[in-house]
C-alpha cells in the first residue's frame, strides 16, 4: 500500500510529474517512467534530499549542537494596589505596580563541557611539561655520561703514552748502560795494552 507510482505521487504532492522525476534524480534515484513504482524507502531517501538542498534540519541531534548555551527568560506583571490616603476626606489612588523579573538558565552541559575541556587541557599541558622534564632529564644523563666516557678516554690515552714513555725511557737507559758497560771494555783494553809496554 506504500508502494505508488510516481505519476500518484506527483498528483498527491500536487507537482508536475516532469518536476518530481529531475527531483528524484538528483536525489540519485533512476527513475525515468512517470508508471514506476516508488517505495516508501524510497520516498523517505527524497524527502531527506529535499530537506537538505531546501536548507531544514533533518536530524535532532544537529539541532541540538547549535542550540544556544544559556536562556534568558524576561517576566514582567503589572499589577494595580489601592493606596488609601491619611486624610479622612481623601479618595483611594489606584497605583500601577510594574515588575520585571529576567532570568539566565545555562545549559548545565555546556557548563561541565567547558570543565571537561579545562581539565583535560591542564592534563595535557602537565603531561607535556613533565615529557620535556624527562626529556631534558635524559639529554643531560646522556650528556654526562659522554663526558665521562671522553674523560676516561682521556684520562687512559695519558696513562698509555706515560707507559710508552716509561718503557722508551727504560728501553733508552737500557740502551745506554749496555752501550756504556760495553764501550768501557775496549777503553780499558786499549789502556792496558799501553801499560804494559
Given at each position: 500500500?506504500?508502494?505508488v507510482t510516481i505519476k500518484q505521487l506527483a498528483k498527491v504532492l500536487g507537482t508536475p510529474v516532469d518536476k518530481l522525476l529531475a527531483q528524484l534524480g538528483e536525489a540519485g534515484m533512476k527513475f525515468s517512467d512517470p508508471d514506476q513504482v516508488i517505495s516508501s524507502t524510497e520516498k523517505v531517501k527524497l524527502?531527506?534530499?529535499l530537506r537538505r538542498t531546501h536548507g531544514k534540519k533533518e536530524e535532532a541531534p544537529a539541532a541540538t549542537a547549535t542550540a544556544p548555551r544559556q536562556i534568558t527568560l524576561k517576566r514582567r506583571t503589572v499589577s494595580e494596589i489601592t493606596v488609601v490616603p491619611g486624610q479622612r476626606g481623601a479618595t483611594a489612588k489606584t497605583v500601577n505596580v510594574e515588575v520585571r523579573q529576567k532570568?539566565?538558565?545555562v545549559k548545565r552541559s555546556s557548563v561541565e563541557e567547558t570543565t571537561q575541556v579545562d581539565s583535560e587541557r591542564e592534563e595535557a599541558l602537565r603531561k607535556l611539561a613533565e615529557s620535556q622534564l624527562?626529556?631534558?632529564a635524559e639529554s643531560q644523563a646522556l650528556a654526562e655520561a659522554d663526558r665521562r666516557r671522553q674523560e676516561e678516554d682521556a684520562r687512559m690515552?695519558?696513562?698509555?703514552e706515560a707507559r710508552r714513555a716509561a718503557a722508551e725511557a727504560a728501553e733508552e737507559e737500557a740502551r745506554r748502560q749496555a752501550e756504556a758497560a760495553a764501550a768501557p771494555k775496549p777503553a780499558a783494553e786499549p789502556g792496558a795494552a799501553?801499560?804494559?809496554p
Open positions: 500500500m506504500s508502494d524527502l531527506g534530499f532570568r539566565t538558565y624527562k626529556r631534558e690515552r695519558a696513562a698509555e799501553a801499560a804494559t
